[in-house]
Nanobody, 124 residues
Framework: QVQLVESGGGSVQAGDSLRLSCAAS????????MGWFRQAPGKAREFVAA????????YYRYSVRGRFTISRDNAKNTVYLQMDSLKPEDTAVYYC?????????????????WGQGTQVTVSS
């Protein structure tokens, strides 16, 4: 079992950047594909990005391609989400998640372990 703790959220202006981090503990980090999801008030949790266990494959939802970058450092047991050119519609609580089956999918059900989330607020 793995424990996940997100950090790096905050309140920024449109066009600014943020870098989210997710620190993992309790299990071998490289066993897991990792994903980032987000949930805005009154909306369902949605996929943002995923990365394979080795870091050689990444996937993004269409609306963040070219603006967000997911990466991981297995030596530091950490996955990152670099968010550039932020827009007000990116406002949400961001969650990292771990997938022990290494599917790296885009569905909430593909991931067994979740962090507590970090708030990102983008104002216009």
């Amino acid at each position: 079992q793995v424990q996940l703790v997100e950090s790096g959220g905050g309140s920024v202006q449109a066009g600014d950047s943020l870098r989210l981090s997710c620190a993992a503990s309790g299990s071998t980090f490289s066993r897991y594909s990792m994903g980032w999801f987000r949930q805005a008030p009154g909306k369902a949790r949605e996929f943002v990005a995923a990365i394979s266990w080795s870091g050689d494959r990444t996937y993004y939802r269409y609306s963040v391609r070219g603006r967000f970058t997911i990466s991981r450092d297995n030596a530091k047991n950490t996955v990152y989400l670099q968010m550039d050119s932020l827009k007000p519609e990116d406002t949400a609580v961001y969650y990292c998640a771990a997938d022990p089956r290494r599917l790296g999918g885009s569905a909430v059900g593909d991931y067994d372990y979740w962090g507590q989330g970090t708030q990102v607020t983008v104002s216009s």
